[in-house]
């Protein structure tokens, strides 16, 4: 076990903030197979706790159902390591840009689906996959975990309606559509009435969208959605009256001609 910055000029050396260090396990001589065997469960989508006992560097591996914090004792170390967290987007427009933008540096791997050609044409953010293919198909193949954040962005009910109920399916920890309060409502019933989907089960999907921030511009609702994501992602609970809707009907906002003040 190695420690660094207990001193200033250490602090300085590595980059460290003031009064910070950093402690660090050195495997001089780690387990192939038992690398190799992690790898591939976390090829394969996999969650797994990985502990190394400190006296002699003997690793366990096991199963694991969810996240959790490293535990680290004078006798253990022992991590949890899953694959990484995912971000679908529904629709190429420029909200999607600055959300795969964002999610890109948040440690997110964005894939954007949009079968429209006027859109995927001029589509060019580093770091972010494109695929073209109906979206509801598209969410089928990604096969969405609970690492996975599907968001739909066209407000084209084709695309976004079918796409959403395949992620209603899945695991996935996020699923979220844009759209005003009066038309989430009407897709709630859209998917309740035609498509059998239980009021219940569409208790999951995040609509309309993000929390309340008085966002207007593309980039401030994409802060809106993030903010959001990674709130549910490190298991924050958003209070009630900090989403879109709610935080409508309280402040009476009436529609977006009205300019209402937020701090």
Known sequence: ??????????????????????????????QLKSLERLVDVLTHGGLVHRRVRVSDGEVTLTKAENP?????????????????YRMLLIGAGQLTEYLATMASFCGFSVTVCDPRVEYTDSWAVPRVSLTKGMPDDEVVLFRP????????????????????????????????????????????????????????????????????????TPSEIAVSIMAEVLAVKNAVQVPREMLVAPAKEMMNVQGPNKRTTVS
């Open 145 to 216: 975990d609970r690492r996975t954040a599907v968001i739909a962005l066209t407000h084209d009910p084709k695309l976004d309606d079918l796409a959403l109920l395949e992620a209603l399916k899945s695991e996935a920890f996020y699923v979220g559509a844009i759209g005003s309060r009066r038309n989430s409502e009407n897709r709630r019933q859209r998917m309740h009435e035609h498509f059998d989907i239980a009021l219940n089960d569409l208790e999951k999907l995040r609509a309309p969208v993000g929390v309340f921030i008085g966002s207007k």
């Open 68 to 84: 959790a914090e490293l535990v680290a004792t004078i006798e253990y170390v022992i991590n949890t390591f899953g694959p990484e």
């Open 1 to 30: 076990m190695l420690t660094y910055g207990v001193s200033s000029e250490e602090a300085h050396r590595f980059g460290l903030p003031c009064g910070g260090t950093i402690e660090l396990m050195a495997e001089p001589n780690p």
